[in-house]
């Protein structure tokens, strides 16, 4: 196995403190980049998108929690048991979480969004804009149960 080290480029702040399941559409907060790596620039351009894609780690997940095999998604018994793969729980093996958010603004070394379902703290691992050409080309099909489960989750 080869290990993988990744350093954080800048830290959540502000928005939500705990990471209720439910109700993230309309949460603020703030990315501060870590100035001792970056400075203005490494934002540059990045206001003139109206979507970035967030990749976090799930710092505050207890590395006994982490999930490797099936679960049924919350824990709701109506909902198939499917694999830690076939789902976008925070207890993944590599606690890697990926958002897109609404940019708000980009002030110097701060980026400011709407939408990042990640807790004031939580280490930031990249940052990427959404372009229409990375989108997914043609339809994306999904089981029922996940509409029942992001119903509420914006």
Known sequence: MTDIIVQPIGFVRGGRVLPDDDAWGGSEAEIELDVSQFGAEALAGLGEFSHVEVLF??????????????????????????????????????????????????????????????????PVIDLRPVMTGFLPRGAVREPGWVKELMAKYW
């Open 57 to 122: 780690h799930f710092d505050a997940v207890k590395p006994e929690e982490i999930e490797t095999g099936a679960r049924r998604p919350r824990g709701n018994p109506a909902w198939p048991k499917v694999g830690i793969f076939a789902q976008r729980g925070r207890n993944r093996p590599n606690r890697i979480g990926a958002t897109i958010c609404e940019i708000l603004s980009v002030d110097g070394t701060t980026l400011r969004l709407r939408g990042l379902d990640a807790i004031d703290g939580t």
